[in-house]
C-alpha cells in the first residue's frame, strides 16, 4: 500500500480528524487527572515536604476525620439548595419563553444571558453591595422602619452564597430547559388536547416528560458548578465558607501546603460528580421510551415452518 | 376566512377541498377548537361547541405530522386518550388492542413512534384517535408525507375503514384526486369561502365556477358571449360557433361567460356526421400524446384558442395538422360564469 492510498483509507482518516480533539482532551484534561490520582498517593513529611511514596494515608485521613465527609455533605447540602432554586426560578421562566412570549421573546431570552458576560467576581461582589451591613436592602428595611438596626447575618453567611451561586448559575439551568421545551413540536400539545387532556395533564404527561433531558441537564450544571465554586464562598460565606469542600481544597494546595491530601479530596469530589454525572444520564434514559429491540428492520411476519433457521 | 357553512351528516365522509392557503387547515382547526372564531358558531349535534376548549369536544383529528407521542409506546399512544377519559383497565386494554387490530399494527405495539415506517405512523395516529370512537373524526392531509403508491393504497383502506366504524370523517386535503376517490361529498374552498359543496360527481360534471371546473380534473374552458337563453337552455357564441349547454339561473343575454367541456366527452367526428344533440367546432390537431389508456390529443381553434381531446387510442384516427370537427352532446357541456 503506497502513501497516497494509505490516506484515502477511511479508517486512516478518522484517525487523523480525531487527532487534535483527543490530543487535547489528553494534554488539557486526562494528564492532570492522573497527575492529581498521583499526587493523591503520595505524603508530605514533617518538614512539609512531598515525599514520593506510595500511602493510602491520605485517604484514610481523610474518611477517618470527620470534617471532610462533614465539608463535603455541607457543600452538597448548599449545591442542592442552589440547584432546587435554580430550578424554581428557570422553569417558569423558560416555560414562558418557550410557549407563552411572543412579541420580545429573544429580548428576554438575552436579559437572562447578559448577565453572563458580566464577570463572574463584579457579579459576586455586587450581592456584597446588596446584603453588607450599609448595603442596599439592609439600608432600605432601616429607611422603611421594618426594622431598627441593619441585619448582619445577611452578609458572610450560607445564605449569602446561596443567592449568589442562585444567581451565578441559573442562567445555565435555564438555558438547557428552553432547549428542551423549544424543541417540542406545538402539534403534541394540541394533539394531547385533543385527546381531551386538560393544561394540567397535557403538562404533566407531555411537557414535562419531554423537557426532563434539559432539567438534568440544567439541575447538573447548577450542582456541579456551585458544588465546585470556591470564589462566592470565599468573598460572601464568612465564617461558613470554612465548611465548603472547594474551599478547604483550596487552603490544603495552598496555607496548608499539604499538596497530597488536597488531591485525594479533589479525588473523591470528581469521583462523586462522575457518579452523579451517570446518575442522571441513566435517569435521562428511564423517563423516554427506548423502543424493543429490534433486530430485523420489517415487522415479524407468520413464518412457515422449519424456516427462519438463520 | 369568512362566511364558511357546512352541515356534515352522520358517517359521511366529507372532504375539504382547495389549494394551500384556502383556509380548508384554518377550519379545520376551528372545528377542533385549536382556534378561536372572530365571530361565527360551530355546532355539533345540535348544541353550539365552538366556546368549549378542544378537550371538552367530542372528536379527535389525526394531524398533518401525526403528532405522535415521542416518548410513550404505540400502545400508550393510542391508550393516551382513553386513560385521560378515566376509561377502566379491562376495557381500556380491549379497545386499545382493537384500535391497534384495526390498523393491522398489533405486532408492533411495543415500539417507540421513531421506530416506525411513515405509513405505520400514520395508522398508530389513526388508532390514537379511532380507539376514542369520536363522533367526528378531522383528518389533516393525513397522507400528504406518504409516497404516492403508499397513499394510493392508504386511500382505499381509509375509506374501506371509515365504512367500517361508521364514524363521520371530516376529510381535509388539496389532492383533488384524493377528494374525488374517497369522498361522499366534497366541499371545495377558495380564499376562505366555500365555492362549492357536493357530491364528486357533481363537483366534477356540474361544476358551479370557472374555478371549480378548472381546478377538478381537466377541462377545456372556452370563452364566450350568450346569445339566446331558453329555460335552462343557453345558447353561446364561441369565436362564431354557435354552442348550447344547460346554463345555471340567473344569467343575462349579452353577457360574458365560460363553457366548460371535459376532454373525455369531446369526440373526433367524422366526414358529413352531425350526431342529433351535439355541437360541433372545428380545429386543428397539433400534437397526439400517448398516455397508456388513452390518447391525449392537442387541437387549436381557428383563433389558437387550445383544446385538449381524451380518446381510447384504438378509437382515434387523426392526421396531426389536419382540420377536424370535434363534437360532444350538449347537455354535457358547462356555461359558466366568469
Not at chain 1, 410557549?99 to 461582589?125: D, E, G, T
Request: hydrophobic share 50%.
Amino acid at each position: 500500500m503506497n502513501a497516497s492510498r494509505l490516506a484515502r483509507d477511511p479508517r486512516v482518516r478518522t484517525l487523523r480528524a480525531a487527532l487534535l480533539p483527543v490530543g487535547w482532551l489528553t494534554v488539557f484534561l486526562l494528564v492532570p487527572y492522573v497527575l492529581l490520582l498521583v499526587q493523591s498517593l503520595w505524603r508530605v513529611n514533617e518538614a512539609q515536604v512531598i515525599v514520593r511514596e506510595w500511602t493510602l494515608a491520605n485517604y484514610v485521613r481523610l474518611f477517618g476525620t470527620p470534617l471532610y465527609p462533614q465539608t463535603l455533605m455541607f457543600s452538597a447540602g448548599i449545591a442542592l439548595r442552589v440547584t432546587l432554586l435554580a430550578l424554581l426560578l428557570a422553569y417558569p421562566l423558560a416555560y414562558l419563553l418557550a410557549f407563552k412570549v411572543r412579541r420580545y421573546k429573544n429580548l428576554l431570552y438575552m436579559a437572562v444571558i447578559i448577565p453572563l458576560w458580566v464577570s463572574y467576581l463584579v457579579r459576586a461582589y455586587g450581592w456584597k453591595i446588596i446584603l453588607g451591613q450599609g448595603g442596599i436592602l439592609n439600608g432600605l428595611l432601616v429607611n422603611l422602619g421594618i426594622v431598627d438596626q441593619p441585619l448582619a447575618f445577611l452578609l458572610y453567611s450560607k445564605w449569602a452564597v446561596i443567592i449568589a451561586l442562585t444567581h451565578i448559575y441559573t442562567p445555565f439551568t435555564l438555558m438547557p430547559i428552553y432547549a428542551a421545551l423549544e424543541s417540542i413540536p406545538r402539534s403534541l400539545k394540541e394533539a394531547s388536547h385533543d385527546l381531551y387532556a386538560g393544561r394540567m395533564r397535557t403538562f404533566l404527561y407531555v411537557v414535562l416528560p419531554l423537557s426532563l433531558p434539559g432539567v438534568l441537564a440544567g439541575c447538573t450544571f447548577a450542582f456541579v458548578l456551585s458544588m465546585g465554586d470556591f470564589i462566592a464562598p470565599q468573598l460572601l460565606g464568612g465564617n461558613d465558607s470554612a465548611l465548603m469542600v472547594s474551599n478547604v481544597v483550596v487552603s490544603l494546595f495552598g496555607v496548608a501546603y499539604n499538596w497530597p491530601l488536597g488531591a485525594a479530596v479533589s479525588v473523591v469530589m470528581l469521583t462523586l460528580v462522575l457518579l452523579l454525572l451517570s446518575l442522571a444520564n441513566r435517569l435521562e434514559r428511564r423517563f423516554s421510551y427506548q423502543g424493543e429491540e429490534v433486530r430485523a428492520p420489517a415487522p415479524p411476519l407468520p413464518r412457515l415452518a422449519g424456516e427462519g433457521r438463520a | 376566512m369568512d362566511d364558511v357553512s357546512l352541515a356534515v351528516a352522520p358517517a359521511e365522509f366529507i372532504t375539504i377541498l382547495g389549494a394551500s392557503g384556502s383556509g380548508k387547515t384554518t377550519t379545520l382547526r376551528l372545528i377542533a377548537g385549536f382556534e378561536q372564531p372572530t365571530t361565527g358558531e360551530v355546532w355539533m349535534e345540535g348544541r353550539p361547541i365552538q366556546h368549549l376548549p378542544p378537550y371538552r369536544r367530542e372528536l379527535n383529528t389525526v394531524f398533518q405530522n401525526y403528532a405522535l407521542f415521542p416518548h410513550m409506546s404505540v400502545w400508550d399512544n393510542v391508550a393516551y386518550g382513553l386513560k385521560m377519559r378515566r376509561v377502566p383497565k379491562p376495557e381500556l386494554v380491549k379497545r386499545v388492542g382493537d384500535a391497534l387490530g384495526l390498523v393491522h399494527l398489533d405486532q408492533l405495539a411495543r415500539r417507540a413512534p421513531r421506530q416506525l415506517s411513515g405509513g405505520q405512523q400514520q395508522r398508530v395516529a389513526l388508532a390514537r384517535a379511532l380507539v376514542n370512537q369520536p363522533k367526528l373524526l378531522l383528518l389533516d392531509e393525513p397522507l400528504g408525507a406518504l409516497d404516492l403508491k403508499l397513499r394510493k393504497e392508504m386511500q382505499l383502506e381509509l375509506k374501506q375503514l371509515q365504512s367500517h366504524v361508521g364514524i363521520t370523517f371530516l376529510y381535509v386535503t388539496h389532492d383533488q384526486e384524493e377528494a374525488l376517490t374517497m369522498s361522499d361529498r366534497i366541499a371545495l374552498m377558495r380564499a376562505g369561502r366555500i365555492e362549492q359543496v357536493g357530491t364528486p360527481q357533481e363537483i366534477y360534471d356540474r361544476p358551479a365556477s370557472r374555478y371549480v371546473a378548472d381546478f377538478i380534473g381537466e377541462t377545456n374552458l372556452l370563452s364566450g358571449r350568450l346569445q339566446d337563453l331558453t329555460g335552462q337552455d343557453a345558447t353561446v357564441d364561441v369565436e362564431g360557433h354557435l354552442l348550447r349547454a344547460p346554463a345555471p339561473p340567473g344569467l343575462r343575454i349579452g353577457q360574458e361567460v365560460w363553457l366548460s367541456v371535459r376532454p373525455e366527452v369531446l369526440s373526433v367526428l367524422s366526414d358529413g356526421q352531425i350526431p342529433p344533440g351535439h355541437n360541433v367546432i372545428e380545429a386543428t390537431a397539433d400534437e397526439a400524446i400517448y398516455a397508456g389508456s388513452l390518447i391525449k390529443l392537442r387541437l387549436r381553434l381557428a383563433s389558437g384558442t387550445p383544446l385538449v381531446l381524451h380518446a381510447a387510442p384504438t378509437a382515434l384516427t387523426v392526421t396531426l395538422g389536419q382540420a377536424v370537427r370535434v363534437g360532444w352532446p350538449r347537455e354535457r357541456g358547462v356555461c359558466l360564469v366568469a
